[in-house]
């Protein structure tokens, strides 16, 4: 997984995969979700992230429970 943020356009960028973006839908305002040809989602944007967020230049991991 990789976490982007362009603080020019302020954009908060989470991809979960390297499959090409076939899809992309706007959800909700402002939430906007990639998909794969197979319909799998492969990335989420958020738009105006400064406005969702305290921090956008912070990123906090977290890895709960044990890993299979």
Same mark, same amino acid.
């Given at each position: 997984m990789? $976490?982007t943020? =362009?603080? @020019?356009? !302020?954009?908060?960028?989470?991809?979960?995969?390297?499959?090409?973006?076939? @899809?992309s !839908?706007?959800? %909700?305002p402002g939430?906007?979700? =990639?998909y794969d040809?197979? &319909?799998n989602?492969v &990335?989420i944007?958020i738009? !105006?992230?400064? %406005?969702?967020? =305290?921090?956008?230049?912070a $990123?906090e991991?977290?890895?709960? &429970? %044990?890993?299979?």
């Open positions: 990789k $976490v943020y =362009d603080a @020019e356009v !302020d954009v908060l960028r989470l991809i979960f995969s390297n499959a090409p973006i076939e @899809e !839908d706007e959800e %909700k939430l906007i979700l =990639d040809q197979a &319909g989602i &990335g944007e738009l !105006d992230a400064s %406005k969702c967020t =305290d921090n956008p230049f $990123v991991y977290a890895v709960i &429970g %044990k890993a299979a």
